[in-house]
């Protein structure tokens, strides 16, 4: 049985990708959640991931601990994981990939935070930049694949990729093509996506790190999170 470590469900976007991945799936894991306690964590997850991070997943005494090296991880047991077709799979894996290296200031201006809804003061240049190509990369990918999920028919690690990114437009608002919400639609109604997102919302933990940054952003419009 996988044992995978993340951390709170309302902020960590990292933790999320392997997690929606496993559950979609249904790959079987057990989870470990250790929440954020302000300031650098690192020495603390130093106990389970040699980074210091969060995802990381135990197989054994097998110990994997960055999100893309865990689906390429699972991937060599479970198929499923990324798309059937070669085609297909080689986009999934360019688009997880440019998911996993950039968009740098959707990161920096719109940190997770699943329960509350947010308008942003402004949308500078570079976050807009940084929309503007998730919005191609959707469209494109439901386009080539033929839908609904990014890659095809089946929900795959790119998808799993993106999932936070879903959950930011919901709470900024983030101005997309309708092609590209409803694709967010489509990803919000998932099984797996609900089940994370209700055990967000259920966190009555707040980490002030992040509270801070997303107050910084924005004037927070509603907050669903149990008190
Ligand atoms: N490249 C890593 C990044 C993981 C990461 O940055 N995780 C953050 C939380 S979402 C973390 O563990 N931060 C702990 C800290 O810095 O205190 C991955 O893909 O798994």
């Not at 329960?115 to 439901?142: C, F, S």
């Amino acid at each position: 049985m996988y044992t995978l470590y993340i951390a709170n469900k309302n902020y960590s976007s990292w933790s999320l990708r392997p997690w929606v991945l496993m559950r979609a799936l249904g790959v079987p894991f057990e989870e470990r959640l250790m929440l954020f306690e302000g300031g650098s964590n690192r020495e603390r997850f130093r106990a389970f991931a040699p980074n210091g991070r969060v995802p990381c997943l135990h197989d054994a005494d097998t110990v994997v601990w960055d999100s893309l090296a865990i689906a390429e991880y699972l991937a060599e047991s479970h198929a499923a994981v990324w798309p059937a077709d070669r085609i297909a799979r080689a986009w999934a894996r360019c688009a997880a990939a440019e998911m996993h290296s950039g968009f740098d200031a959707l990161r920096a201006r719109c940190s997770m935070t699943c329960g509350q809804r947010v308008e942003l003061r402004g949308i500078d240049p570079a976050l807009l930049a940084d929309v503007g190509r998730i919005d191609e990369l959707w469209t494109e990918g439901r386009g080539r694949f033929g839908g609904p999920y990014l890659a095809g028919p089946a929900f795959t690690a790119v998808d799993a990729f993106y999932a936070p990114v879903v959950f930011r437009v919901q709470t900024y608002d983030l101005p997309l093509s309708d092609s590209a919400c409803a694709y967010a639609d489509l990803m919000l109604a998932h099984p797996a996506m609900r089940e994370w997102y209700d055990a967000a919302l259920a966190e009555t933990a707040r980490d002030n790190d992040h509270e801070r940054e997303i107050a910084a952003v924005g004037t927070v419009r509603a907050d669903y999170r149990a008190a």
